[in-house]
């Protein structure tokens, strides 16, 4: 299985353009940080958690050329807003692409995009096949997914474990019932937006608490606030087995 890291940023706290933080400005590349997604290739499926407004950008900047489904964890547009550019996949595959959601976020979906749903549809708009999903685990083109519900101030937001990567994002709290689902996992990625508390993202102290608590042989961190810092800076202050992630990180399971 194969992980590529396509976004590890967030819309939280993001900076005017004119900002001159040492973030923004940085030469560094690993500074230049997307909205959160991430990419599984497994079993010859490419699949991906999350197409935020960044999604066409990060598709093309990572070469893909080919999508099996998209699976979402929450109705937030930083998370969602970029559906509507799997048109490119519709064209080039010939075929509607898979996307699954729990019940909730479809009719966000609905909602968002109500020209890809209603009756009447229009040449050309993006084609999907709506499937729900829930607390139980499902199957995405044979790729086993373990739904995790976490809370992201008064919202259950979705995170996911396949094999043993899980891949949490817009948490604050994690019931112990739900970490039992994470445990065992060789790689765990959970967020960590800033420094400060936050009342619906996990800082980094308490992700690191999280991390420490789930015992990974690796943990990542993304969902990147720049007001967390510098990734060289950051990633100084880290354990050994926790790093921060970067946009363009593949992982090999």
């Known amino acids: 299985m194969k992980i590529t890291f396509l976004g590890t940023g967030t819309s939280q706290g993001v900076p005017v353009i004119a900002c001159d933080c040492k973030v923004c400005t940085s030469p560094d590349q690993k500074d230049n940080r997307l909205r959160v997604s991430v990419m599984i290739e ?3 499926k490419v699949i991906v958690i999350d197409s935020g407004p960044d999604f066409r950008y990060q598709m093309l900047r990572a ?3 080919h999508l099996d489904a998209i699976v979402f964890t929450h109705e937030h547009k930083d998370h969602v807003a970029g559906m509507d550019d799997v048109r490119a996949f519709n064209f080039k595959q010939q ?3 898979d996307v699954y959601a729990h019940p909730r976020v479809q009719d966000a979906l609905k909602r968002e995009f109500s020209y890809i749903f209603s009756a ?3 040449p050309g708009i993006p084609r999907v096949i709506l499937n729900s999903i829930g607390e139980q685990p499902f199957l995405v083109e044979g790729v086993e997914f373990i739904p995790i519900q976490v809370i992201h101030f008064k919202l259950p937001v979705l995170g996911f474990r396949v094999g043993d990567f899980t891949y949490i994002t817009d948490a604050k709290t994690i ?3 739900e970490k039992l689902k ?3 996992s060789k790689i765990l990625v959970i967020n960590a937006l800033q420094r400060e508390d936050h009342i619906s993202h996990l800082t980094l102290d308490e992700a690191l608490e999280l991390a420490a608590d789930i015992g990974a042989e690796q943990t990542y961190l993304t969902h990147i606030s720049h007001r967390l810092g510098r990734h ?3 990633q100084m202050e ?3 087995n926790v790093s921060l992630a970067y946009d363009g990180l593949t992982l090999e399971l």
């Open 42 to 44: 497994a079993q010859g």
């Open 63 to 65: 070469g893909v050329r």
């Open 95 to 97: 075929r509607e692409i």
């Open 120 to 122: 009447h549809k229009y």
């Open 175 to 177: 019931s112990t019932e």
């Open 182 to 184: 994470i445990k065992g």
């Open 232 to 234: 060289s800076d950051v």
């Open 238 to 240: 880290l354990p050994a």
